[in-house]
Protein backbone atom coordinates (compact mmCIF):
# COMPACT_ATOMS: atom_id res chain seq x y z
CA UNK A 1 0.00 0.00 0.00
CA UNK A 2 1.18 3.70 -0.68
CA UNK A 3 0.26 6.48 0.90
CA UNK A 4 1.39 9.93 -1.28
CA UNK A 5 1.95 12.77 2.29
CA UNK A 6 2.65 16.58 0.96
CA UNK A 7 4.28 18.23 3.54
CA UNK A 8 7.16 16.14 5.52
CA UNK A 9 7.47 18.99 8.58
CA UNK A 10 7.02 18.29 11.70
CA UNK A 11 3.69 17.12 12.14
CA UNK A 12 3.91 14.67 8.39
CA UNK A 13 7.05 13.53 9.94
CA UNK A 14 5.69 13.11 13.92
CA UNK A 15 2.53 12.17 13.36
CA UNK A 16 0.69 10.92 10.24
CA UNK A 17 3.70 9.96 8.58
CA UNK A 18 4.00 7.63 11.64
CA UNK A 19 0.75 6.31 11.60
CA UNK A 20 0.59 5.55 8.08
CA UNK A 21 3.78 3.58 8.23
CA UNK A 22 2.89 1.56 11.74
CA UNK A 23 -0.57 0.83 9.29
CA UNK A 24 1.56 -0.57 6.56
CA UNK A 25 1.86 1.76 3.99
CA UNK A 26 4.44 2.41 2.64
CA UNK A 27 4.91 6.59 3.05
CA UNK A 28 5.84 8.96 0.34
CA UNK A 29 6.84 11.97 1.71
CA UNK A 30 5.67 15.22 -1.14
CA UNK A 31 8.16 18.36 0.29
CA UNK A 32 9.89 21.54 -1.58
CA UNK A 33 12.74 21.14 1.15
CA UNK A 34 15.85 19.34 -0.93
CA UNK A 35 17.46 18.61 2.53
CA UNK A 36 14.64 16.83 3.54
CA UNK A 37 13.72 15.03 0.81
CA UNK A 38 17.20 13.75 0.05
CA UNK A 39 17.44 12.49 3.76
CA UNK A 40 14.35 11.04 3.59
CA UNK A 41 15.89 9.52 -0.02
CA UNK A 42 18.69 8.13 1.60
CA UNK A 43 17.93 6.73 5.29
CA UNK A 44 14.50 5.80 4.20
CA UNK A 45 13.80 5.84 7.81
CA UNK A 46 13.73 8.24 10.44
CA UNK A 47 13.29 8.32 14.51
CA UNK A 48 10.04 9.63 16.46
CA UNK A 49 10.73 10.47 20.10
CA UNK A 50 8.35 11.05 22.74
CA UNK A 51 8.54 14.69 24.21
CA UNK A 52 7.97 12.52 27.87
CA UNK A 53 9.53 10.98 30.75
CA UNK A 54 10.96 8.09 28.91
CA UNK A 55 11.94 9.51 25.98
CA UNK A 56 10.44 6.24 23.99
CA UNK A 57 11.52 6.24 20.75
CA UNK A 58 10.30 4.56 17.36
CA UNK A 59 11.99 4.06 14.33
CA UNK A 60 9.25 4.88 11.28
CA UNK A 61 10.47 2.63 8.33
CA UNK A 62 9.88 2.60 4.66
CA UNK A 63 9.83 6.04 3.60
CA UNK A 64 10.71 8.02 0.48
CA UNK A 65 9.96 11.43 -0.91
CA UNK A 66 10.16 13.39 -3.83
CA UNK A 67 10.79 16.82 -4.35
CA UNK A 68 8.27 18.79 -6.42
CA UNK A 69 9.80 21.73 -7.33
CA UNK A 70 12.50 19.26 -9.07
CA UNK A 71 10.01 16.55 -10.11
CA UNK A 72 6.65 17.26 -10.96
CA UNK A 73 6.25 14.49 -12.73
CA UNK A 74 7.26 11.80 -10.11
CA UNK A 75 4.46 13.28 -7.84
CA UNK A 76 1.89 12.91 -10.99
CA UNK A 77 3.02 9.31 -10.75
CA UNK A 78 3.06 8.50 -7.35
CA UNK A 79 -0.51 10.38 -6.90
CA UNK A 80 -1.62 7.99 -10.19
CA UNK A 81 -0.49 5.02 -8.05
CA UNK A 82 -1.41 5.86 -4.51
CA UNK A 83 -4.32 4.06 -1.87
CA UNK A 84 -4.13 7.19 0.00
CA UNK A 85 -3.27 11.01 -0.18
CA UNK A 86 -2.67 13.36 2.54
CA UNK A 87 -1.48 16.71 3.68
CA UNK A 88 0.06 18.88 6.23
CA UNK A 89 1.51 21.72 4.85
CA UNK A 90 -0.57 24.42 6.17
CA UNK A 91 -3.71 26.40 5.35
CA UNK A 92 -1.88 28.83 2.65
CA UNK A 93 -0.01 25.90 0.88
CA UNK A 94 -3.46 24.09 0.07
CA UNK A 95 -3.94 26.39 -2.95
CA UNK A 96 -0.27 25.79 -4.51
CA UNK A 97 -0.34 21.97 -4.18
CA UNK A 98 -4.26 21.40 -5.65
CA UNK A 99 -2.59 21.97 -9.11
CA UNK A 100 -0.13 18.97 -8.82
CA UNK A 101 -2.82 16.71 -6.78
CA UNK A 102 -5.45 17.78 -9.74
CA UNK A 103 -2.59 16.88 -12.13
CA UNK A 104 -1.89 13.70 -10.64
CA UNK A 105 -5.80 12.53 -10.32
CA UNK A 106 -6.32 13.13 -14.07
CA UNK A 107 -2.98 10.99 -14.64
CA UNK A 108 -4.58 8.33 -12.38
CA UNK A 109 -8.00 8.02 -14.38
CA UNK A 110 -6.38 7.94 -17.02
CA UNK A 111 -4.29 4.15 -15.87
CA UNK A 112 -7.05 2.81 -13.54
CA UNK A 113 -10.50 3.54 -12.02
CA UNK A 114 -9.75 2.93 -8.29
CA UNK A 115 -11.27 5.21 -5.80
CA UNK A 116 -9.02 7.27 -3.78
CA UNK A 117 -9.21 9.18 -0.60
CA UNK A 118 -7.80 12.67 -0.23
CA UNK A 119 -7.53 14.12 3.41
CA UNK A 120 -6.36 17.43 4.39
CA UNK A 121 -4.54 17.15 7.99
CA UNK A 122 -4.29 21.05 8.90
CA UNK A 123 -5.41 23.00 11.68
CA UNK A 124 -8.43 24.22 9.75
CA UNK A 125 -12.16 23.80 9.44
CA UNK A 126 -13.09 21.62 6.36
CA UNK A 127 -9.53 21.40 4.76
CA UNK A 128 -10.12 18.96 2.62
CA UNK A 129 -13.15 19.99 1.37
CA UNK A 130 -11.33 23.88 0.84
CA UNK A 131 -8.46 21.40 -1.00
CA UNK A 132 -11.31 19.66 -3.35
CA UNK A 133 -12.27 23.46 -4.17
CA UNK A 134 -8.95 24.47 -5.23
CA UNK A 135 -8.85 21.13 -7.24
CA UNK A 136 -11.92 21.82 -9.16
CA UNK A 137 -11.37 25.16 -10.12
CA UNK A 138 -8.63 23.35 -12.01
CA UNK A 139 -10.98 20.96 -13.88
CA UNK A 140 -13.69 21.02 -16.99
CA UNK A 141 -17.37 20.05 -15.93
CA UNK A 142 -16.47 16.72 -17.64
CA UNK A 143 -13.60 15.72 -15.32
CA UNK A 144 -15.47 17.00 -12.39
CA UNK A 145 -18.13 14.64 -12.69
CA UNK A 146 -15.66 11.93 -13.47
CA UNK A 147 -13.47 13.15 -10.40
CA UNK A 148 -17.13 12.87 -7.69
CA UNK A 149 -17.17 9.31 -9.00
CA UNK A 150 -13.79 8.22 -8.53
CA UNK A 151 -12.06 10.43 -5.35
CA UNK A 152 -13.15 12.14 -2.21
CA UNK A 153 -11.85 14.48 0.09
CA UNK A 154 -12.82 13.65 3.54
CA UNK A 155 -12.27 16.22 6.30
CA UNK A 156 -10.33 15.20 9.03
CA UNK A 157 -9.39 16.96 12.81
CA UNK A 158 -5.43 16.15 13.83
CA UNK A 159 -4.26 17.01 17.18
CA UNK A 160 -0.48 16.50 18.37
CA UNK A 161 1.36 19.00 19.34
CA UNK A 162 5.07 19.01 17.43
CA UNK A 163 7.00 21.92 17.91
CA UNK A 164 9.98 22.88 16.05
CA UNK A 165 12.65 20.65 15.82
CA UNK A 166 16.51 21.83 16.28
CA UNK A 167 17.97 18.16 16.47
CA UNK A 168 21.33 17.40 15.59
CA UNK A 169 19.48 14.38 13.61
CA UNK A 170 17.35 16.71 11.03
CA UNK A 171 15.12 14.04 10.00
CA UNK A 172 14.41 12.76 14.11
CA UNK A 173 10.99 14.25 15.54
CA UNK A 174 10.74 15.20 19.24
CA UNK A 175 6.56 15.17 19.60
CA UNK A 176 3.87 14.68 22.28
CA UNK A 177 2.85 11.42 23.44
CA UNK A 178 -0.81 12.62 23.01
CA UNK A 179 -2.19 12.61 19.56
CA UNK A 180 -5.96 12.13 18.05
CA UNK A 181 -6.97 12.06 13.98
CA UNK A 182 -10.66 11.81 13.03
CA UNK A 183 -11.83 11.34 9.69
CA UNK A 184 -15.34 12.52 8.50
CA UNK A 185 -16.58 8.73 7.50
CA UNK A 186 -19.30 10.02 5.29
CA UNK A 187 -17.49 11.07 2.75
CA UNK A 188 -15.14 8.28 2.66
CA UNK A 189 -15.03 6.71 -0.80
CA UNK A 190 -14.50 2.63 -1.47
CA UNK A 191 -13.10 0.68 1.88
CA UNK A 192 -12.58 2.79 5.16
CA UNK A 193 -9.16 2.42 5.54
CA UNK A 194 -7.50 0.53 8.56
CA UNK A 195 -4.83 3.19 10.11
CA UNK A 196 -4.70 2.32 14.22
CA UNK A 197 -4.82 5.52 15.83
CA UNK A 198 -7.54 6.77 13.61
CA UNK A 199 -11.34 7.17 14.52
CA UNK A 200 -13.60 7.54 11.76
CA UNK A 201 -17.29 9.69 12.79
CA UNK A 202 -20.09 10.02 11.04
CA UNK A 203 -20.44 13.39 11.84
CA UNK A 204 -17.04 15.59 12.55
CA UNK A 205 -18.03 19.28 12.99
CA UNK A 206 -18.27 18.53 17.31
CA UNK A 207 -15.01 16.88 17.06
CA UNK A 208 -13.02 20.04 15.01
CA UNK A 209 -15.18 22.63 16.39
CA UNK A 210 -14.23 21.32 20.44
CA UNK A 211 -10.12 20.56 19.07
CA UNK A 212 -10.16 23.87 16.88
CA UNK A 213 -11.75 26.12 19.71
CA UNK A 214 -10.00 24.25 22.76
CA UNK A 215 -6.71 23.60 22.48
CA UNK A 216 -5.88 25.72 19.38
CA UNK A 217 -7.69 28.70 20.39
CA UNK A 218 -6.36 27.79 24.55
CA UNK A 219 -2.73 27.72 22.63
CA UNK A 220 -3.01 30.76 20.30
CA UNK A 221 -3.82 33.06 23.57
CA UNK A 222 -1.23 31.47 25.66
CA UNK A 223 1.01 32.35 22.57
CA UNK A 224 -0.39 35.92 21.81
CA UNK A 225 -0.67 36.84 25.43
CA UNK A 226 2.78 35.46 25.83
CA UNK A 227 4.29 37.37 23.72
CA UNK A 228 2.65 40.96 25.16
CA UNK A 229 4.15 39.82 28.48
CA UNK A 230 7.82 39.76 26.67
CA UNK A 231 7.64 35.77 26.94
CA UNK A 232 9.62 33.51 24.67
CA UNK A 233 7.80 29.69 25.10
CA UNK A 234 4.33 28.13 25.73
CA UNK A 235 5.83 26.55 28.98
CA UNK A 236 6.97 30.78 30.16
CA UNK A 237 3.52 32.07 29.16
CA UNK A 238 1.72 28.90 30.67
CA UNK A 239 3.78 29.37 34.66
CA UNK A 240 3.08 33.30 33.57
CA UNK A 241 -0.19 33.67 36.48
CA UNK A 242 -2.06 36.17 34.43
CA UNK A 243 -1.59 34.18 31.13
CA UNK A 244 -2.39 31.43 32.33
CA UNK A 245 -6.02 32.83 34.08
CA UNK A 246 -6.88 34.26 30.62
CA UNK A 247 -5.82 30.89 29.03
CA UNK A 248 -8.52 29.32 31.23
CA UNK A 249 -10.95 31.74 31.21
CA UNK A 250 -11.20 32.11 27.44
CA UNK A 251 -10.99 27.89 27.59
CA UNK A 252 -14.18 28.45 30.15
CA UNK A 253 -16.22 30.90 27.10
CA UNK A 254 -15.53 28.25 24.38
CA UNK A 255 -16.29 25.77 26.72
CA UNK A 256 -19.69 27.16 27.27
CA UNK A 257 -20.40 27.44 23.55
CA UNK A 258 -19.54 24.11 22.85
CA UNK A 259 -21.33 22.36 25.59
CA UNK A 260 -24.45 24.70 25.03
CA UNK A 261 -24.27 24.00 20.92
CA UNK A 262 -23.45 20.37 21.22
CA UNK A 263 -24.76 19.46 24.35
CA UNK A 264 -21.33 18.12 25.62
CA UNK A 265 -21.24 16.69 29.29
CA UNK A 266 -19.96 20.00 30.85
CA UNK A 267 -17.62 17.66 33.58
CA UNK A 268 -16.20 16.32 31.00
CA UNK A 269 -15.58 19.00 28.78
CA UNK A 270 -13.64 20.73 31.47
CA UNK A 271 -11.71 17.22 31.76
CA UNK A 272 -10.59 17.90 28.38
CA UNK A 273 -9.98 21.44 28.98
CA UNK A 274 -7.91 20.42 31.85
CA UNK A 275 -6.08 17.78 30.16
CA UNK A 276 -5.09 20.51 27.23
CA UNK A 277 -3.58 22.52 29.36
CA UNK A 278 -1.91 20.19 31.25
CA UNK A 279 -0.46 19.53 27.66
CA UNK A 280 0.77 22.89 27.39
CA UNK A 281 2.45 22.57 30.00
CA UNK A 282 4.59 19.49 29.52
CA UNK A 283 8.11 20.20 30.39
CA UNK A 284 9.79 18.02 27.84
CA UNK A 285 8.47 20.47 24.89
CA UNK A 286 10.27 23.82 24.28
CA UNK A 287 7.17 25.27 22.05
CA UNK A 288 8.45 28.67 20.69
CA UNK A 289 5.72 31.18 21.05
CA UNK A 290 6.51 32.93 17.28
CA UNK A 291 5.66 28.92 15.90
CA UNK A 292 1.87 29.42 18.10
CA UNK A 293 1.38 32.71 17.05
CA UNK A 294 2.43 31.89 13.56
CA UNK A 295 0.07 33.65 10.53
CA UNK A 296 -1.62 36.02 12.82
CA UNK A 297 -4.11 37.01 10.02
CA UNK A 298 -4.56 33.33 9.33
CA UNK A 299 -5.95 32.93 12.71
CA UNK A 300 -8.06 35.72 12.80
CA UNK A 301 -9.84 35.03 10.22
CA UNK A 302 -13.64 34.79 10.50
CA UNK A 303 -13.93 30.65 11.05
CA UNK A 304 -10.75 30.34 12.86
CA UNK A 305 -10.17 29.78 16.11
CA UNK A 306 -10.73 33.51 18.13
CA UNK A 307 -13.39 35.18 16.26
CA UNK A 308 -15.43 32.05 15.22
CA UNK A 309 -16.05 30.80 18.73
CA UNK A 310 -16.42 34.63 19.54
CA UNK A 311 -19.24 34.81 17.55
CA UNK A 312 -20.37 32.00 18.28
CA UNK A 313 -20.39 32.72 21.99
CA UNK A 314 -23.35 35.65 21.36
CA UNK A 315 -25.32 33.29 19.36
CA UNK A 316 -25.66 30.44 22.22
CA UNK A 317 -24.93 32.72 25.05
CA UNK A 318 -26.29 35.73 27.31
CA UNK A 319 -23.29 38.28 27.79
CA UNK A 320 -19.96 38.93 25.83
CA UNK A 321 -16.84 36.81 25.32
CA UNK A 322 -14.83 38.95 27.40
CA UNK A 323 -11.22 36.60 27.51
CA UNK A 324 -11.94 35.74 23.94
CA UNK A 325 -11.61 40.00 23.22
CA UNK A 326 -8.75 40.21 25.71
CA UNK A 327 -7.06 37.50 23.29
CA UNK A 328 -8.19 38.71 20.45
CA UNK A 329 -6.72 42.26 21.15
CA UNK A 330 -3.25 40.39 21.72
CA UNK A 331 -3.76 38.56 18.28
CA UNK A 332 -4.02 42.22 16.97
CA UNK A 333 -1.05 43.55 18.30
CA UNK A 334 1.48 40.98 17.56
CA UNK A 335 4.13 42.31 15.59
CA UNK A 336 6.70 39.79 15.36
CA UNK A 337 9.17 40.98 13.06
CA UNK A 338 10.15 37.59 11.38
CA UNK A 339 6.43 37.08 10.88
CA UNK A 340 5.15 38.12 7.54
CA UNK A 341 1.71 37.99 8.38
CA UNK A 342 1.88 40.01 11.76
CA UNK A 343 4.27 42.65 9.55
CA UNK A 344 1.42 42.89 7.30
CA UNK A 345 -1.37 43.00 10.21
CA UNK A 346 0.58 45.55 11.72
CA UNK A 347 0.38 47.65 8.42
CA UNK A 348 -2.63 47.19 8.11
CA UNK A 349 -3.58 48.81 11.65
CA UNK A 350 -1.33 51.67 10.88
CA UNK A 351 -3.11 52.64 7.54
CA UNK A 352 -6.43 51.55 8.63
CA UNK A 353 -7.27 51.77 12.20
CA UNK A 354 -8.10 49.18 14.87
CA UNK A 355 -11.73 49.29 13.33
CA UNK A 356 -11.81 48.47 9.80
CA UNK A 357 -8.72 46.27 10.36
CA UNK A 358 -10.46 43.59 12.37
CA UNK A 359 -13.72 43.90 10.13
CA UNK A 360 -11.34 43.05 6.88
CA UNK A 361 -9.34 40.59 8.61
CA UNK A 362 -12.34 39.12 11.08
CA UNK A 363 -14.70 39.30 8.41
CA UNK A 364 -17.03 41.29 10.91
CA UNK A 365 -19.29 43.96 10.45
CA UNK A 366 -19.01 47.75 11.99
CA UNK A 367 -21.43 48.34 14.92
CA UNK A 368 -21.07 44.71 16.05
CA UNK A 369 -20.51 44.25 19.52
CA UNK A 370 -17.59 41.83 19.09
CA UNK A 371 -16.02 44.64 17.09
CA UNK A 372 -16.59 47.04 20.26
CA UNK A 373 -15.69 44.42 22.56
CA UNK A 374 -12.47 44.13 21.29
CA UNK A 375 -11.83 48.10 20.30
CA UNK A 376 -12.68 48.15 23.98
CA UNK A 377 -9.84 45.78 25.03
CA UNK A 378 -7.56 47.70 22.35
CA UNK A 379 -7.73 51.18 24.33
N1 LIG B 1 2.96 21.03 14.40
C1 LIG B 1 1.85 20.69 15.00
O1 LIG B 1 1.85 20.45 16.21
C2 LIG B 1 0.57 20.57 14.27
C3 LIG B 1 0.38 21.07 13.01
N2 LIG B 1 -0.84 20.90 12.39
C4 LIG B 1 -1.05 21.41 11.06
O2 LIG B 1 -0.21 20.72 10.15
C5 LIG B 1 0.16 21.59 9.11
C6 LIG B 1 1.67 21.60 8.99
O3 LIG B 1 2.21 22.10 10.19
P1 LIG B 1 3.68 21.75 10.64
O4 LIG B 1 4.01 20.36 10.31
O5 LIG B 1 3.81 22.20 12.03
O6 LIG B 1 4.49 22.75 9.69
P2 LIG B 1 5.94 22.55 9.08
O7 LIG B 1 6.35 23.88 8.59
O8 LIG B 1 6.82 21.83 10.03
O9 LIG B 1 5.68 21.58 7.84
C7 LIG B 1 5.12 21.98 6.63
C8 LIG B 1 5.89 21.29 5.53
O10 LIG B 1 5.26 21.59 4.30
C9 LIG B 1 6.29 21.79 3.35
N3 LIG B 1 5.80 22.55 2.21
C10 LIG B 1 5.70 23.88 2.04
N4 LIG B 1 5.26 24.17 0.81
C11 LIG B 1 5.08 22.99 0.18
C12 LIG B 1 4.67 22.64 -1.13
N5 LIG B 1 4.32 23.56 -2.01
N6 LIG B 1 4.59 21.33 -1.44
C13 LIG B 1 4.93 20.38 -0.55
N7 LIG B 1 5.35 20.67 0.71
C14 LIG B 1 5.43 21.95 1.06
C15 LIG B 1 7.39 22.51 4.11
O11 LIG B 1 8.63 22.44 3.46
C16 LIG B 1 7.35 21.73 5.42
O12 LIG B 1 8.20 20.63 5.39
C17 LIG B 1 -0.44 22.95 9.44
O13 LIG B 1 -1.69 23.10 8.80
C18 LIG B 1 -0.66 22.87 10.94
O14 LIG B 1 -1.69 23.69 11.37
C19 LIG B 1 -1.87 20.24 12.97
C20 LIG B 1 -1.73 19.72 14.22
C21 LIG B 1 -0.49 19.82 14.94
O1 LIG C 1 -0.44 25.20 13.07
P1 LIG C 1 -1.13 26.52 13.25
O2 LIG C 1 -2.54 26.54 12.83
O3 LIG C 1 -0.34 27.68 12.79
O4 LIG C 1 -1.21 26.76 14.81
C1 LIG C 1 -0.33 26.25 15.71
C2 LIG C 1 -1.16 25.24 16.38
O5 LIG C 1 -0.96 23.94 15.84
C3 LIG C 1 -0.55 23.07 16.79
O6 LIG C 1 0.77 22.90 16.46
C4 LIG C 1 -1.19 21.75 16.85
O7 LIG C 1 -2.55 21.78 17.01
C5 LIG C 1 -0.77 23.71 18.08
O8 LIG C 1 0.40 23.53 18.74
C6 LIG C 1 -1.05 25.16 17.80
O9 LIG C 1 -2.23 25.49 18.43
Request: net charge negative; with cysteine; glycine share 6%.
Amino acid sequence: MLAVHFGAGNIGRGFIGSLLSDAGYQVCFVDVNAEIVDLLNEKQEYRVVLAAENSEETTVRNVKAINSLQNPEEVLEAIAAADLVTTAVGPNILGIISELIANGLKKRTERRNQPLNIIACENMIGGSSFLKEKVYEKLSDAEKKQFDQCFAFPNAAVDRIVPNQTNEDKLMVSVEPFYEWVVDRSKIIGEVPTIEGVTFVEDLTPFIERKLFTVNTGHAIAAYAGYQAGLETIKDAMEDPDVLRLVRATLTETGAVLVKKYNFDSTEHMNYVNKIVSRFTNPHINDEIPRVARGPIRKLGPNDRLISPAKQYYQYLEGQPENLAKGIAAALRYDYPEDQEAITLQSKVKEMGYEETICKVCGLQEGDPLVELIIRELN
